[in-house]
C-alpha cells in the first residue's frame, strides 16, 4: 500500500531506455511515490485547494477496489484493479482489531490493468491478466491490488501479489508474464510490496511465511538474474534503490531488521532493531538514508538515519543512538502506514491515528512532536510535498495541508465525496494532482498560486 521517500533527484531512478527529463516530474510519475520515490514536486502550479467540484480536471469512476497508486508516463495514466464478481464485504476507517480473514472469497475475481488518458480522464484500454478465485485471503481494508505498477517508458510492470507479475506495452499488449505461487502471508493480510526498476532490472521482495525472497529479473523478458533467501517473513514494505556518492544499493525493510544489498545481490549491510511488522518505505534526503517501522502493537518504532558506506552488522549497541553508520535515531518516532516525507531539510512522520511530528533531517532534533490534526484520524496515504506545504490525506477524503516548516501549522483542510475512502497515495504530475478513492480516480489541475 505504501510503501515511502526521498528527495527529488531522478539521477536516484536509472529507467530502461528512457529517463524523465525534469526533476520536477512534469510528465513523469514512473511509481510509488513518483521520480526516486520522493513523494514531491517543485511546479508552483499544483492545486492547493480542491474538492469534489472544485478544481477538478476530471474524475473517472472505477470499478472493483485497490489501493495501488496511479503511475503517469507522458499523456498516459496506469493504473491497477480487481474486480470481485460476488459481493464484496465493506472496509472499515481506522485502525480496529477484527478485520483478519482466515479463508478468501469463493467468487471469481478479474486481475486487470487500466490506461487512461492524462488530458481528459478517458480509459484508453484495460487488459484482464488474470481470472479466477483468489487463493489466498486479505485482510477486510486491503485489497488483491495493492502493489503500484512501475513503468521504464517501454513497458508497465503490474504486480500482484500471490498471482503473478505481468509486463505490459504501453498499448496494453503483452510483452511477458509470470505466474508466482501463493504463499501466506502473516495474519492472512494478504500482499502489498510494490516492484521498482533500476538499469533494466526489475527487483521483487516477495516476504512472507512460508518462502521468503528477493529477486532481481531482466525487465525486458522476465528472465530470473539472481534470487536471494530472506529471514524476514511476511512484511509489506516497498523497496528502495539508493544511489549514493559511495554506490548503488536496494534497501528492504523487514521484521525486526534491514538489510541492503548489492544490485548483485550480495548483502551490503544489516540493521537489527526494527518493529515486527515492517510497512514504510525508505527514503533519502540530505545525504542520508532513512528507514522506518511502527506497528501499534510494538514498543520499539524506530527511525534511523543512515550514513552511506556501511559495510557488516551496524546494529546500535544498547543506550546507543548513533555510531559510525547511524547519525542519529529516534526508537519511537516511526509510522506504522504512511511513509514520511523528506522535504525542504525536514522530515515529516505522519501517524495513522491524525498525529505528526517533524524531525530536522540532519541531526534528528524534534521540531515539533505528535501535533494532532484536528478531527484528523484515520490515515494510511503517504504525505506529499510540493509548494512549502505538506499535505495529509486521511481515508475520509480530508487533506490537511501545513506549511512546512516549524512550528506546526494547519492552512487549510480539502474534502472529497462522502464515499471517496482514500488509501492509496496520490500521484503528481506538471500542475496536476490524481487522487485514487475506493469509487474513483480524481485528477485535479492547479493555477498559479500566491498564497493561502
Not at 325 to 337: E, K, L, M, V
Not at 366 to 382: E, N, Q
Amino acid at each position: 500500500m505504501k510503501t515511502p521517500i526521498l528527495i527529488a533527484c531522478i539521477a536516484c531512478l536509472t529507467m530502461a531506455g528512457q529517463r524523465p527529463a525534469a526533476s520536477t516530474g512534469e510528465t513523469f510519475w514512473p511509481q510509488f511515490r513518483g521520480p526516486a520515490a520522493a513523494g514531491t514536486s517543485s511546479n508552483p502550479n499544483l492545486p492547493v485547494h480542491w474538492s469534489a467540484t472544485e478544481n477538478v480536471a476530471w474524475k473517472t469512476d472505477l470499478p472493483g477496489r485497490s489501493w495501488s497508486s496511479p503511475i503517469i508516463w507522458g499523456n498516459r495514466v496506469f493504473l491497477t484493479a480487481v474486480i470481485n464478481q460476488g459481493e464484496s464485504e465493506a472496509p472499515k476507517k481506522g485502525l480496529y482489531l477484527g478485520g483478519n480473514r482466515t479463508d478468501p472469497p469463493k467468487a471469481e475475481h478479474l486481475w486487470k490493468v487500466f490506461c487512461l488518458d492524462l488530458a481528459t480522464g478517458r480509459i484508453q484500454w484495460e487488459k484482464t491478466v488474470h481470472r479466477g478465485i483468489p487463493q489466498t485471503p486479505i485482510h477486510l481494508k486491503s485489497s488483491y491490488g495493492a502493489e503500484t505498477p512501475v513503468t521504464d517508458g517501454e513497458r508497465v510492470y503490474a504486480l500482484f501479489g500471490n498471482v503473478g507479475l505481468f509486463a505490459l506495452t504501453l498499448d496494453g499488449a503483452e510483452a511477458w508474464s509470470r505466474r508466482l505461487e501463493p504463499r501466506k502471508i502473516r495474519y492472512g493480510w494478504g500482499t502489498a510490496a510494490s516492484p521498482v526498476l533500476h538499469g533494466g532490472r526489475l527487483f521483487l521482495v516477495n516476504d512472507n511465511d512460508d518462502h521468503a525472497e528477493l529477486l532481481a529479473l531482466e525487465a525486458a523478458t522476465g528472465k530470473d538474474l539472481w534470487r536471494v533467501d530472506r529471514d524476514e517473513k511476511s512484511n509489506w514494505a516497498t523497496p528502495f534503490i539508493w544511489e549514493n556518492g559511495s554506490r548503488t544499493e536496494l534497501v528492504t525493510p523487514g521484521s525486526r531488521a534491514v538489510r541492503s544489498y548489492s544490485l548483485e545481490g550480495q548483502v551490503l549491510w544489516s540493521l537489527s532493531g526494527m518493529s515486527g511488522i515492517a510497512i514504510p518505505t525508505p527514503f533519502a534526503g540530505s545525504g542520508l538514508l532513512f528507514v522506518s517501522s511502527g506497528y501499534v502493537g510494538d514498543k520499539l518504532r524506530p527511525i534511523y538515519a543512515i550514513r552511506p558506506g556501511a559495510r557488516g552488522d551496524i546494529t546500535l549497541k544498547p543506550g546507543e543512538t548513533n555510531n559510525q553508520f547511524i547519525a542519529w535515531s529516534n526508537p519511537t518516532g516511526g509510522p506504522y502506514n504512511p511513509s514520511p516525507l523528506f522535504y525542504e531539510g525536514r522530515v515529516y512522520v505522519l501517524y495513522d491515528r491524525g498525529l505528526v511530528s517533524c524531525f530536522e533531517a540532519h541531526t534528528g532534533k524534534v521540531l515539533y512532536d505528535r501535533t494532532k490534526l484536528p478531527d484528523g484520524l484515520a490515515f494510511t496515504s503517504s504525505p506529499w510535498g510540493t509548494g512549502g506545504r505538506v499535505f495529509c490525506l486521511n481515508e475520509d477524503g480530508v487533506c490537511f495541508v501545513l506549511r512546512a516548516g516549524d512550528p506546526f501549522e494547519l492552512l487549510h483542510t480539502n474534502r472529497l465525496a462522502a464515499d471517496d475512502m482514500c488509501m492509496a497515495t496520490p500521484a503528481l504530475v506538471g500542475s496536476r494532482l490524481l487522487i485514487r478513492t475506493s469509487a474513483r480516480l480524481y485528477c485535479f489541475k492547479g493555477t498559479s498560486q500566491t498564497g493561502e
